[in-house]
Protein backbone atom coordinates (compact mmCIF):
# COMPACT_ATOMS: atom_id res chain seq x y z
CA UNK A 1 0.00 0.00 0.00
CA UNK A 2 1.27 3.69 -0.55
CA UNK A 3 1.01 5.76 1.76
CA UNK A 4 0.54 9.49 2.35
CA UNK A 5 3.31 11.65 3.34
CA UNK A 6 2.18 13.37 6.52
CA UNK A 7 3.59 15.92 9.38
CA UNK A 8 3.83 15.23 12.62
CA UNK A 9 1.70 18.67 14.01
CA UNK A 10 0.81 17.41 17.60
CA UNK A 11 -0.04 20.21 19.34
CA UNK A 12 -0.37 21.07 22.82
CA UNK A 13 -3.36 19.52 24.67
CA UNK A 14 -4.06 21.99 27.55
CA UNK A 15 -3.10 25.81 28.76
CA UNK A 16 -2.93 26.92 32.19
CA UNK A 17 -5.01 29.43 33.14
CA UNK A 18 -6.19 31.42 36.57
CA UNK A 19 -9.56 30.87 38.30
CA UNK A 20 -10.81 32.07 41.37
CA UNK A 21 -12.19 29.02 43.68
CA UNK A 22 -15.62 29.13 45.80
CA UNK A 23 -13.15 29.82 48.39
CA UNK A 24 -12.77 33.02 46.54
CA UNK A 25 -9.24 31.66 46.55
CA UNK A 26 -6.63 32.21 42.75
CA UNK A 27 -6.01 28.50 41.52
CA UNK A 28 -3.76 27.90 38.69
CA UNK A 29 -6.17 24.79 36.70
CA UNK A 30 -5.13 23.33 32.70
CA UNK A 31 -7.91 23.80 30.29
CA UNK A 32 -8.29 21.99 26.91
CA UNK A 33 -6.98 23.31 23.94
CA UNK A 34 -9.17 24.08 20.76
CA UNK A 35 -8.06 25.43 17.43
CA UNK A 36 -9.48 25.66 14.20
CA UNK A 37 -8.19 23.87 11.53
CA UNK A 38 -9.35 24.53 7.96
CA UNK A 39 -8.49 21.71 5.57
CA UNK A 40 -7.97 22.39 1.76
CA UNK A 41 -8.20 19.36 -0.92
CA UNK A 42 -6.29 20.61 -3.80
CA UNK A 43 -6.44 23.77 -2.79
CA UNK A 44 -10.00 24.02 -2.21
CA UNK A 45 -11.35 24.79 0.79
CA UNK A 46 -13.25 22.18 2.44
CA UNK A 47 -13.99 22.26 6.08
CA UNK A 48 -12.79 24.32 9.23
CA UNK A 49 -12.70 21.57 12.24
CA UNK A 50 -12.31 22.50 15.80
CA UNK A 51 -9.91 20.29 17.58
CA UNK A 52 -7.63 19.93 20.42
CA UNK A 53 -4.82 18.78 17.83
CA UNK A 54 -3.84 15.85 19.40
CA UNK A 55 -3.24 14.15 16.12
CA UNK A 56 -4.05 16.47 13.20
CA UNK A 57 -3.27 14.48 10.44
CA UNK A 58 -5.00 11.44 11.18
CA UNK A 59 -8.10 13.52 11.88
CA UNK A 60 -7.96 15.03 8.05
CA UNK A 61 -7.80 11.54 6.82
CA UNK A 62 -10.34 10.14 8.89
CA UNK A 63 -12.73 12.93 8.21
CA UNK A 64 -12.27 12.38 3.95
CA UNK A 65 -12.60 8.53 4.83
CA UNK A 66 -16.11 9.28 6.63
CA UNK A 67 -17.13 11.49 4.39
CA UNK A 68 -17.12 9.07 1.34
CA UNK A 69 -14.60 11.47 -0.36
CA UNK A 70 -11.62 9.74 -0.75
CA UNK A 71 -11.81 5.37 -1.14
CA UNK A 72 -8.49 4.99 -0.17
CA UNK A 73 -5.79 6.14 1.97
CA UNK A 74 -3.20 5.51 -1.28
CA UNK A 75 -5.10 8.09 -3.05
CA UNK A 76 -3.89 10.66 -0.31
CA UNK A 77 -0.33 11.94 -1.32
CA UNK A 78 0.69 14.35 1.22
CA UNK A 79 -1.54 15.95 4.86
CA UNK A 80 0.57 18.77 5.84
CA UNK A 81 -0.36 20.27 8.51
CA UNK A 82 0.68 23.92 9.89
CA UNK A 83 -0.38 25.68 13.18
CA UNK A 84 1.34 29.04 12.72
CA UNK A 85 -2.07 29.52 9.65
CA UNK A 86 -4.10 26.89 11.06
CA UNK A 87 -4.60 24.91 7.97
CA UNK A 88 -3.99 21.41 6.69
CA UNK A 89 -3.19 21.08 2.89
CA UNK A 90 -4.48 17.76 1.27
CA UNK A 91 -2.73 16.94 -1.91
CA UNK A 92 -4.52 13.82 -3.77
CA UNK A 93 -2.95 11.51 -6.28
CA UNK A 94 -5.81 12.24 -9.34
CA UNK A 95 -8.28 14.86 -7.53
CA UNK A 96 -11.60 14.20 -6.08
CA UNK A 97 -14.60 13.32 -8.72
CA UNK A 98 -17.46 15.59 -8.53
CA UNK A 99 -16.61 17.10 -5.47
CA UNK A 100 -18.58 20.28 -5.63
CA UNK A 101 -21.49 18.22 -6.08
CA UNK A 102 -20.84 15.67 -3.33
CA UNK A 103 -19.99 18.53 -1.08
CA UNK A 104 -22.66 20.94 -1.74
CA UNK A 105 -25.34 19.68 0.82
CA UNK A 106 -24.26 19.93 4.34
CA UNK A 107 -26.00 18.30 7.65
CA UNK A 108 -25.56 19.85 11.08
CA UNK A 109 -24.81 17.49 13.46
CA UNK A 110 -25.88 17.26 17.08
CA UNK A 111 -21.82 16.25 17.78
CA UNK A 112 -20.46 18.59 20.39
CA UNK A 113 -19.37 21.60 18.45
CA UNK A 114 -21.91 21.16 16.04
CA UNK A 115 -20.51 18.28 13.76
CA UNK A 116 -21.59 18.07 9.87
CA UNK A 117 -22.28 15.64 7.79
CA UNK A 118 -22.33 15.81 3.97
CA UNK A 119 -25.91 14.50 2.82
CA UNK A 120 -25.48 11.91 0.49
CA UNK A 121 -24.32 9.79 3.74
CA UNK A 122 -27.39 9.30 4.82
CA UNK A 123 -28.90 8.16 1.81
CA UNK A 124 -25.99 5.07 1.61
CA UNK A 125 -26.44 4.05 5.07
CA UNK A 126 -28.63 0.78 3.69
CA UNK A 127 -25.53 0.14 1.40
CA UNK A 128 -23.16 -0.30 4.66
CA UNK A 129 -22.01 -4.39 5.25
CA UNK A 130 -20.94 -5.27 8.52
CA UNK A 131 -18.84 -7.91 9.18
CA UNK A 132 -19.31 -10.49 11.53
CA UNK A 133 -18.76 -9.83 14.95
CA UNK A 134 -19.59 -10.89 18.45
CA UNK A 135 -18.48 -9.68 21.77
CA UNK A 136 -18.96 -11.19 25.32
CA UNK A 137 -20.16 -9.55 28.42
CA UNK A 138 -16.75 -10.27 29.72
CA UNK A 139 -15.17 -8.64 26.68
CA UNK A 140 -17.37 -5.80 27.81
CA UNK A 141 -16.34 -5.12 30.90
CA UNK A 142 -12.56 -5.55 29.97
CA UNK A 143 -13.43 -2.56 27.36
CA UNK A 144 -15.44 -0.50 30.39
CA UNK A 145 -12.37 -0.92 32.61
CA UNK A 146 -9.50 -0.36 30.59
CA UNK A 147 -11.29 3.63 29.88
CA UNK A 148 -11.69 3.54 33.51
CA UNK A 149 -7.87 3.43 34.15
CA UNK A 150 -6.96 5.11 31.21
CA UNK A 151 -4.82 8.67 31.89
CA UNK A 152 -6.92 11.28 29.70
CA UNK A 153 -6.87 14.98 29.24
CA UNK A 154 -10.61 14.77 30.93
CA UNK A 155 -9.35 13.77 33.94
CA UNK A 156 -6.52 16.41 34.35
CA UNK A 157 -8.24 18.85 32.76
CA UNK A 158 -11.98 17.77 31.32
CA UNK A 159 -14.46 19.32 28.80
CA UNK A 160 -13.26 16.64 26.10
CA UNK A 161 -14.76 13.37 24.74
CA UNK A 162 -12.56 10.16 24.77
CA UNK A 163 -13.10 7.66 21.85
CA UNK A 164 -11.10 4.60 21.49
CA UNK A 165 -10.75 1.01 19.30
CA UNK A 166 -10.55 -1.79 20.57
CA UNK A 167 -9.93 -5.47 18.92
CA UNK A 168 -11.31 -7.61 21.30
CA UNK A 169 -11.08 -5.98 25.26
CA UNK A 170 -7.64 -5.19 24.17
CA UNK A 171 -7.59 -1.26 23.55
CA UNK A 172 -5.25 -0.26 20.12
CA UNK A 173 -6.09 3.17 20.64
CA UNK A 174 -7.43 6.12 22.64
CA UNK A 175 -8.29 9.48 21.30
CA UNK A 176 -9.49 12.44 22.73
CA UNK A 177 -10.87 15.80 21.48
CA UNK A 178 -13.53 18.44 21.48
CA UNK A 179 -15.96 17.13 19.73
CA UNK A 180 -16.98 13.50 19.41
CA UNK A 181 -17.45 13.33 15.59
CA UNK A 182 -13.36 14.20 15.51
CA UNK A 183 -12.21 11.78 17.60
CA UNK A 184 -14.07 8.78 15.58
CA UNK A 185 -12.47 10.80 12.38
CA UNK A 186 -8.80 10.74 13.73
CA UNK A 187 -9.11 6.93 14.59
CA UNK A 188 -10.61 6.05 11.31
CA UNK A 189 -7.70 7.89 10.27
CA UNK A 190 -5.36 5.89 12.00
CA UNK A 191 -7.12 2.83 11.47
CA UNK A 192 -6.45 3.58 7.56
CA UNK A 193 -2.82 4.03 8.23
CA UNK A 194 -2.11 1.05 9.97
CA UNK A 195 -4.51 -1.25 8.01
CA UNK A 196 -6.87 -2.24 10.62
CA UNK A 197 -9.40 -3.28 8.84
CA UNK A 198 -12.47 -5.58 10.58
CA UNK A 199 -11.60 -9.35 10.95
CA UNK A 200 -14.00 -12.14 9.94
CA UNK A 201 -12.63 -14.56 12.60
CA UNK A 202 -11.43 -13.94 15.83
CA UNK A 203 -11.53 -10.83 18.28
CA UNK A 204 -14.02 -7.95 16.62
CA UNK A 205 -13.41 -4.37 16.28
CA UNK A 206 -15.27 -2.47 18.84
CA UNK A 207 -15.69 1.36 18.87
CA UNK A 208 -15.63 3.22 22.48
CA UNK A 209 -17.03 6.35 22.96
CA UNK A 210 -17.84 8.97 26.16
CA UNK A 211 -20.42 10.60 23.93
CA UNK A 212 -23.88 9.65 23.45
CA UNK A 213 -24.63 7.56 20.01
CA UNK A 214 -25.91 9.93 17.52
CA UNK A 215 -26.75 8.90 14.20
CA UNK A 216 -23.68 10.60 13.24
CA UNK A 217 -21.46 8.42 15.34
CA UNK A 218 -23.59 5.25 14.27
CA UNK A 219 -23.10 5.69 11.01
CA UNK A 220 -19.73 6.51 11.16
CA UNK A 221 -18.61 3.50 13.00
CA UNK A 222 -20.59 1.49 10.33
CA UNK A 223 -18.72 3.09 7.38
CA UNK A 224 -15.19 1.87 8.93
CA UNK A 225 -16.54 -1.84 9.24
CA UNK A 226 -17.10 -1.66 13.02
CA UNK A 227 -19.88 -3.76 14.17
CA UNK A 228 -19.89 -3.36 17.73
CA UNK A 229 -19.97 0.58 19.60
CA UNK A 230 -19.82 1.21 23.26
CA UNK A 231 -20.70 4.12 25.04
CA UNK A 232 -20.65 5.98 28.81
CA UNK A 233 -24.17 7.35 27.76
CA UNK A 234 -27.12 7.06 25.97
CA UNK A 235 -28.64 7.10 22.51
CA UNK A 236 -30.80 9.43 20.39
CA UNK A 237 -34.27 7.93 17.98
CA UNK A 238 -32.01 8.09 15.04
CA UNK A 239 -29.12 6.87 15.91
CA UNK A 240 -31.26 3.32 17.28
CA UNK A 241 -33.34 3.77 13.97
CA UNK A 242 -30.50 3.50 12.00
CA UNK A 243 -28.34 0.91 14.44
CA UNK A 244 -31.43 -1.34 14.46
CA UNK A 245 -31.98 -0.89 10.50
CA UNK A 246 -28.24 -2.03 9.50
CA UNK A 247 -27.81 -4.57 12.54
CA UNK A 248 -25.11 -2.51 14.38
CA UNK A 249 -25.20 -3.70 17.88
CA UNK A 250 -25.23 -0.42 20.11
CA UNK A 251 -24.07 -0.75 23.56
CA UNK A 252 -24.96 2.40 26.54
CA UNK A 253 -25.14 3.68 29.37
CA UNK A 254 -22.17 1.45 30.11
CA UNK A 255 -21.03 1.92 33.63
CA UNK A 256 -19.41 0.10 35.94
CA UNK A 257 -21.50 -3.71 35.70
CA UNK A 258 -24.26 -1.92 34.41
CA UNK A 259 -25.61 -1.20 30.58
CA UNK A 260 -27.79 -1.32 28.11
CA UNK A 261 -27.73 -2.95 24.63
CA UNK A 262 -30.28 -1.20 22.16
CA UNK A 263 -30.07 -2.74 19.46
CA UNK A 264 -28.62 -6.29 17.66
CA UNK A 265 -28.14 -8.29 20.91
CA UNK A 266 -27.22 -11.44 19.01
CA UNK A 267 -24.18 -9.86 18.81
CA UNK A 268 -23.34 -9.28 22.72
CA UNK A 269 -22.95 -13.07 24.48
CA UNK A 270 -24.49 -12.39 27.69
CA UNK A 271 -22.91 -13.77 31.44
CA UNK A 272 -25.84 -12.04 33.84
CA UNK A 273 -24.04 -14.27 36.97
CA UNK A 274 -20.89 -11.83 35.91
CA UNK A 275 -23.10 -8.42 36.83
CA UNK A 276 -23.91 -9.17 40.16
CA UNK A 277 -27.37 -7.72 41.68
CA UNK A 278 -29.16 -5.01 39.77
CA UNK A 279 -29.60 -1.97 42.58
CA UNK A 280 -33.05 -0.34 41.22
CA UNK A 281 -32.95 3.46 41.73
CA UNK A 282 -35.65 6.13 40.53
CA UNK A 283 -33.04 7.28 37.77
CA UNK A 284 -32.07 3.44 36.90
Not at 12 to 33: F, Y
Not at 126 to 144: C, F, H
Request: one cysteine or more; hydrophobic letters at 45%; proline letters at 4%.
Amino acid sequence: MTRPVLTDARAPLTRSVQVVNEQGEAETISIPAERPLTVYVDKRELVTLMTLGAHPEWLVLGYLRNQRLVDSVAAVESVTVDWDVGAAAVKTRAGIERIEERTAHRVVTTGCGQGSVFGHLMEEVDSVALPEARLTQAQLYGIVNAIRLQESTYKSAGSVHGCALFRGEQMLLFVEDVGRHNAIDTIAGWMWLHGQEPATAGEPLVFYTTGRLTSEMVIKSAQMGVAIVVSRSGMTQMGFEIAERIGLCAIGRATGRHFFCYTAPARLALQPGLAGPRLRSAGA
